[in-house]
């Protein structure tokens, strides 16, 4: 019910937090507020959703329909407009809805959970699929029956709504006809939230059966309609806000099942959860309640998506009436008894049951192509060409993506259908099938890395050119950066290797970056090690000043849900951020004009690039400067070696030979 906005999605750089602009002091604090208040918080939500519940007393909405909805005829999504996240700057991100340049807020990203999953090491800044990606990440930051871990995955918790993360004041729509049968205005909990009823709808598993459901939006800051309204589809009923339970900005969407105690329903009480040992989030994270969530409620955004329809339909005022003129009166006829017609009682078909089978290996390597074929079954054991609604693929384990996230009638004329991991990861994989509530489980497979070619390494024989002595085993005097290779290893910031090489090619960590920019910078290191929490550190490794260090001085932080990465790779735009960063310099924050042909003058990184540009600190300026491309050991040698001379000269910019002043 809460969603902590993914910044390094958001503007970011892919892997850290630019804290010196004012959305990432204000999400610092934000965040800072977040983990202080959490415990409290989560004790108010208990208390306000379950109070009732724990003295067992029958929850029911507060108002019982007195007025009848015109029939269904489809359904539109909760919000029409959302920000384009990727191209807000960051001053942009504390704005309300009406102040959001009209240009910059896009039809409501579709729901996708496959998206959702991805990491955002998968996803490319500039690339339009992939950042339509990061707008959907960042739109639904909690999925249905997500986590707080905030990994995008479904079925990780038992969290049984979507949160859309929106700017205070968007107006949010009805997503069907109905009747408004509560309006709340609580002051933890849902916060100011508002329960629709829709009668007589097509369910979520079998279109051609009849139900009822109960659609909620929670959090809100304005109600615009009343208890017993009658409310049409698409028609604005609330502003959102970020009441409650909410620590930022956002729209918990539910839609609970008729079946459903109450509404909006919640699957765990506060005596549940202490007695399972859980806090709030853990609760959630835990998965406590799950199978209700799964009984009382279905995905809100799914079920939308299934019964979209065209223009929503606005309410308008009444046509005048005419004067009512009383016809005169007529002559009496006694009707003909007409025997009634009796009226033939339909019983709904059921949905046909259908078993899925998988077929595939238990480990894969990567390099190969990782195929799972999934087979569709009836009741009789007979090959499934037809369903009655699109099953959902869910592939868990962080081990790539799959090639297909749902599985329609279309595509199992031969009854089965092959689905491919696609950029596939080191680790273990499960495919799951989600068809009419039912989950059918693959079994857990692996994906390895191939079995290593042991070469023997070739025999280096120390060069001499230009009268100059190799540095290491394979930096020679004709190397390229030799100046700065040399420059480094005298000031005994860069070292080489235990079997005497450099690997002026090989691309670099984070940890590594973070030490050398730091140490060029003579940065005092603070062994701060208890200030640290992430889960993939090891409390005792050599890194653990550095980062400390760099993120005490707002150089650097972890990822969302508590992991650093310390070995993953940087690419030239974040390792020109960390430098810059740690070194004493003024950059100006104003960018008008693109520095280079693949830098956009609003993107995250453009201030650095420009003062790259400007000081002639980057290699590489002939042919673009690459942000995306993870940088070599070299090339970070060489961008360190000029920004320091520029610096100790004075220089504005730096030139060949500065070296030698």
Request: hydrophobic share 40%; proline share 8%.
């Amino acid at each position: 019910m809460s969603d902590t906005p993914n910044s390094s999605l958001a503007g970011g750089d892919g892997s850290d937090l630019i804290i010196q602009s004012p959305i990432h002091q204000m999400e610092s604090r934000r965040s800072r507020r977040h983990k202080a208040a959490w415990a409290g918080l989560s004790l108010l939500m208990i208390a306000s959703v379950l109070a009732l519940h724990q003295n067992g007393l029958n929850l029911t909405v507060s108002v019982l329909p007195t007025k009848q909805a015109p029939a269904f005829d489809g359904t539109v999504s909760p919000i029409e407009k959302a920000p384009n996240w990727v191209k807000l700057k960051s001053e942009e991100y504390k704005y309300n809805y009406e102040q959001i340049p009209s240009e910059k807020l896009i039809e409501a990203p579709v729901y996708n959970a496959a998206n959702l999953e991805r990491t955002i090491d998968t996803l490319k800044w500039g690339n339009s699929a992939d950042d339509a990606i990061r707008n959907q990440k960042i739109t639904y930051s909690v999925p249905y029956m997500g986590s707080y871990r905030l990994n995008g995955k479904e079925m990780d918790g038992s969290h049984l709504a979507v949160d859309i993360k929106i700017p205070r004041n968007t107006p949010v729509r009805a997503i069907a006809n109905g009747v408004v049968t509560k309006i709340s205005n609580a002051t933890s909990g849902f916060g100011k939230h508002l329960v629709i009823q829709h009668t007589d709808v097509p369910s979520f598993e079998n279109p051609s059966v009849k139900t009822t459901y109960f659609s909620s939006y929670s959090h809100l800051g304005t109600v615009l309609i009343s208890e017993g309204d009658v409310v049409l589809r698409g028609q604005h009923v609330a502003l959102s806000g970020e009441t409650g339970f909410a620590t930022t900005p956002h729209v918990h969407f539910q839609i609970d099942r008729v079946e459903a105690p109450w509404h909006p329903f919640w699957p765990f009480t506060f005596q549940e959860q202490t007695t399972a040992g859980l806090d709030f989030v853990g609760a959630i994270n835990a998965g406590l309640g799950k199978e209700k969530s799964l009984q009382y409620t279905i995905n809100p955004m799914m079920f939308v998506q299934k019964y979209l329809t065209g223009a929503p339909v606005a309410p308008s005022e009444p046509p005048p009436v005419a004067p009512v003129v009383a016809p005169p009166p007529a002559p009496v006829v006694e009707p003909p008894v007409v025997a009634p017609t009796p009226v033939p009682v339909v019983t709904p078909t059921p949905a046909k049951i259908v078993n899925f089978t998988f077929t595939q290996k238990s480990s894969y390597q990567l390099g190969e192509e990782i195929r799972i074929t999934v087979m569709a079954k009836d009741e009789q054991g007979n090959t499934a060409t037809a369903l009655t609604n699109a099953a959902l693929l869910l592939l868990s384990g962080d081990v790539g993506i799959i090639s297909k996230s749902d599985i329609n009638s279309s595509d199992l004329s031969s009854g089965q259908i092959d689905i491919i991991v696609q950029t596939p990861k080191v680790g273990e994989g499960q495919l799951t099938v989600l068809y009419n509530g039912v989950q059918t489980k693959s079994a857990s497979f692996t994906i390895v890395n191939p079995a290593p070619v042991i070469v023997a390494p070739p025999v280096v024989t120390p060069q001499v050119a230009n009268n100059r002595p190799s540095l290491f085993a394979d930096v020679g005097g004709s190397a390229n950066f030799y100046d700065a290779i040399k420059y480094l290893k005298d000031k005994s910031i860069f070292s080489g290797y235990q079997d005497g090489s450099f690997k002026p090619d090989q691309v670099i960590s984070r940890t590594e970056v973070l030490k050398v920019a730091l140490v060029s910078a003579n940065r005092p290191l603070l062994p701060l090690q208890g200030a640290l929490s992430y889960q993939d550190i090891d409390p005792n490794a050599w890194y653990i000043p550095y980062i400390a260090t760099a993120q005490l001085n707002g150089i650097t932080q972890g990822y969302i849900g508590g992991f650093f990465k310390p070995n993953q790779n940087v690419t030239r735009a974040e390792f020109l951020k960390i430098l810059l960063l740690a070194t004493p310099v003024s950059i100006d924050p104003a960018v008008n004009e693109s520095p280079y042909p693949d830098v956009a003058k609003d993107d995250w990184y453009a201030v650095f690039a420009q003062f790259g540009k400007q000081k002639n600190i980057l290699p590489r300026a002939t042919d673009g400067f690459k942000p995306d491309e993870e940088i070599t050991r070299a090339e970070v040698a060489e961008i360190i070696y000029r920004l320091m001379l520029v610096v100790k000269t004075g220089s504005s910019s730096y030139t060949a030979g500065l070296g030698n002043t």
